[in-house]
Nanobody
Framework: QVQLVESGGDLVQPGGSLRLSCAAS????????MGWYRQAPGKQREMVAT???????NYADSVKGRFTISRDNAKNTASLQMNSLKPEDTAVYYC????????????????WGQGTQVTVSS
């Protein structure tokens, strides 16, 4: 099993910036795609950004030009740089990763972190 731990959530004023981080851990695994999703109160969870192992990125229209996703394949980490934050960005942000584990046998995985709270308010 692959575990994901997010960090970096905080309270920030509109127009501010935050950087979220996600670290994956486990035994013998390879990650294909990592991503960030978010869920605001009373709303469905939505995709924010994803990045493949090769570096191809995809963003929700609502965050294009403001958020940047990156990853370090050697360290099995991903980050989400969030600039020009708006109150509507307030949500719990979840890191996700999928790929293959090799112990005790080869199988695919799709893991989610516990989430980190981002609040944008003055």
């Amino acid at each position: 099993q692959v575990q994901l731990v997010e960090s970096g959530g905080d309270l920030v004023q509109p127009g501010g910036s935050l950087r979220l981080s996600c670290a994956a851990s486990g035994r013998r695994f390879s990650i294909n795609t990592m991503g960030w999703y978010r869920q605001a109160p009373g709303k469905q969870r939505e995709m924010v950004a994803t990045i493949t192992r090769g570096g191809l990125t995809n963003y929700a229209d609502s965050v294009k030009g403001r958020f940047t996703i990156s990853r370090d394949n050697a360290k099995n980490t991903a980050s989400l740089q969030m600039n020009s934050l708006k109150p509507e960005d307030t949500a719990v942000y979840y890191c996700t990763a999928n790929g293959t584990t090799f112990t005790p046998y080869v199988r695919s995985f799709n893991s989610w972190g516990q989430g980190t709270q981002v609040t944008v308010s003055s």
